[in-house]
Structure formats: structure tokens, C-alpha cells
């Protein structure tokens, strides 16, 4: 004889329902604080542009006013040659300037956005791995030859990424060193011809 309760029977804590559940909301979590992290990012970067771009914007402007004040303060020619070709000299230096500073705030933001990649990427290879050794364990007999196959792509991927990484951070240190070399064209070596 069947006997029936009216009591519906709960999941435990242990059952995979629940921890999928729960595993599901955490990783919810951690998008959304990843995600408001970029967000913020992005938001520092674009206020740290436009204060650069409006601190340039008021150097230049100060700039125009002094050469203007100068060359109307010119007696003759020769002093009006004099003081146009100094006044072009600082024009490199100033470039190069701003070109660094614009290379930091992008290379801040390739740093958070690297790094936020490189932790994800890392949490994937993680949990594909502990899948390739869990089908690994539960194939069934005779597909050890497939179970290598996957194990040796897996590991060729991880090869590959590693060396794209590598290849990335190789060419951002060329930059780097590129904007480097370019903000210190035009710096003066020496005396202005004026003084001189």
C-alpha cells in the first residue's frame, strides 16, 4: 500500500540546483562589480582628458596673449625675425608634453581594462580545466584518445594566449618607449639663439 504526505520535500543546501542557483546569482554579482569598475574607469579616464585638454586649451591661450604682447613690442625687423623664430621653438617641446600625458591616461586605462581581462581569462582557463579533467575522469572507456586530444588543444590554447599576451605587452613597452623619445624631441639642449 502507497502512502502519500502532503509534505513536499526541500532542497538541501547540497543539492546542485541550489548551488547552481547560488553560484549563478554570485557570478551576477561580480559582472555587475566588474562592469561598474569599467564604468568608473571609463568616467575617470574621460575627466582626466578633459582636464588635460582643458589645462592645454589655457596654456595655448596664455601662450597667444604673451606672443602677441611680444611681437607688438618689436622695434624693427630684425627683432620681429628674432622673436617669431623663438617663439616657434617651445611648439615640439609642447606637443611631446601633451602627447605623454595622453599616452598615461590611455595607458591607465589599458592597465585596468588588462587587468580585468587577464583575471577573467584566468577564471575561465581555471574552470575549463577542472571541465577537461571532470570529462577526463567520467569518459568512458576507450576515448583516452579524444581525452588527449582535448587536453593537448586545451593546453595549445593556453599556449597561444600566452603568447598573444606577451606579443601585446612586448608592443605596448615599444610604444611606451616611442612616446618617450617623441616628448623629448624638441626639448631644448641648449641656449636659445637669442641669449646665445
Not at 137 to 152: C, D, H, I, L, R
Amino acid at each position: 500500500m502507497l502512502h502519500c504526505s502532503n509534505v513536499v520535500p526541500t532542497p538541501s543546501p547540497t543539492e546542485p540546483s541550489t548551488l547552481n542557483n547560488e553560484q549563478f546569482a554570485a557570478a551576477q554579482k561580480a559582472q555587475i562589480a566588474t562592469l561598474l569598475g569599467l564604468a568608473a574607469t571609463g568616467l575617470d579616464a574621460a575627466e582626466k582628458l578633459a582636464a588635460l585638454n582643458i589645462e592645454t586649451a589655457r596654456a595655448a591661450l596664455a601662450d597667444v596673449d604673451a606672443q602677441a604682447r611680444s611681437l607688438l613690442s618689436a622695434t624693427d625687423l630684425q627683432s620681429l625675425s628674432e622673436l617669431q623664430t623663438e617663439l616657434l621653438q617651445p611648439a615640439p617641446e609642447k606637443a611631446g608634453a601633451y602627447a605623454r600625458k595622453l599616452y598615461d591616461i590611455a595607458a591607465g586605462v589599458q592597465a585596468e581594462l588588462s587587468q580585468v581581462v587577464e583575471a577573467g581569462v584566468a577564471d575561465a582557463q581555471k574552470k575549463l580545466a577542472a571541465l577537461v579533467e571532470s570529462a577526463a575522469k567520467n569518459a568512458p572507456a576507450g576515448s583516452e584518445q579524444a581525452v588527449a586530444m582535448a587536453k593537448a588543444a586545451f593546453a595549445a590554447a593556453n599556449d597561444a594566449y600566452g603568447s598573444a599576451q606577451k606579443a601585446a605587452k612586448q608592443a605596448a613597452e615599444a610604444a611606451e618607449a616611442n612616446i618617450v623619445k617623441l616628448s623629448a624631441v624638441g626639448k631644448p639642449v641648449g641656449k636659445s639663439r637669442r641669449a646665445a
